[in-house]
Nanobody, 119 residues
Framework: QVQLVESGGGLVQAGGSLRLSCAAS????????MGWYRQAPGKQRELVAD???????NYVDSVKGRFTVSRDNAKNTLYLQMDSLKPEDTAVYYC?????????????WGQGTLVTVSS
């Protein structure tokens, strides 16, 4: 059983910063990628940023230049540094892990952490 536990969410004023963490535990093998998704009220869940096992990163256009995704492989922990936050960044942020053999990868999700950006 794989567990993902997010932390670091909270309330921040526009222009401020937050750092999200996601600790992965359990029987994890062959990590393909880890990423952050978010879901705002009334909207679909969207990919914010992810990082592959080789270190390649990908960001949604709206956060490029403001957010940085990183990973500590030794600790199986994923981070999201969020700077210059905007009210439209308000959402529940979910950690995602894709792992397993190429013929049958698995996906795990965290429970989510709420980020609220006030104007």
């Amino acid at each position: 059983q794989v567990q993902l536990v997010e932390s670091g969410g909270g309330l921040v004023q526009a222009g401020g910063s937050l750092r999200l963490s996601c600790a992965a535990s359990g029987r994890i093998f062959n990590v393909v990628a880890m990423g952050w998704y978010r879901q705002a009220p009334g909207k679909q869940r969207e990919l914010v940023a992810d990082i592959t096992s080789s270190g390649n990163t990908n960001y949604v256009d709206s956060v490029k230049g403001r957010f940085t995704v990183s990973r500590d492989n030794a600790k199986n922990t994923l981070y999201l540094q969020m700077d210059s936050l905007k009210p439209e960044d308000t959402a529940v942020y979910y950690c995602n892990l894709v792992y397993g053999p190429f013929y049958g990868t698995k996906t795990a999700w965290g429970q989510g952490t709420l980020v609220t950006v006030s104007s």
